[in-house]
């Protein structure tokens, strides 16, 4: 069965440095673009960033780039989002989300219960 596993969220402070994993199972990993997605109370989901399935090719949303840095070890099954210079708007839940398309079209989608993220003083 396909699964989906978030770690590494918890409590930090502004300014510190947080970084989660996605343990993937189920599917052929290294097949799948992997992307991870975040949601604040009362607000839309939000994509954070995308990785390529060869780990090629990453893109960030803008208020995430330079801070934020995805990475994956397909030998491994994990995707990573690696954290730094944390705001308090960074506060939220945090999904791993696996992805495969062709032409264009979605072919396959599926998700990770999520991880919270809490950056407070």
């Keep these: 069965q396909v699964q989906l596993v978030e770690s590494g969220g ?6 510190g440095s947080l970084r989660l994993s996605c343990a993937a199972s189920g ?20 994509l954070v960033a995308t990785i390529a399935s060869t780990g090629g090719s990453t893109n960030y949303a803008d208020s995430m780039k330079g801070r934020f840095t995805i990475s994956r070890d397909n030998a491994k099954n994990t995707v990573y989002l690696q ?14 989300n696996a992805r495969l398309s062709s032409f264009g079209s979605r072919v396959a989608d ?11 003083s």
């Design 27 to 46: 599917f052929i990993f290294s097949s799948y673009a992997m992307r991870w997605y975040r949601q604040a109370p009362g607000k839309e989901r939000e």
């Design 10 to 15: 918890g409590l930090v402070q502004p300014g």
């Design 83 to 96: 954290m730094n210079s944390l705001k308090p708007e960074d506060t939220a839940v945090y999904y791993c």
């Design 110 to 120: 599926y998700w990770g219960q999520g991880t919270q993220v809490t950056v407070s």
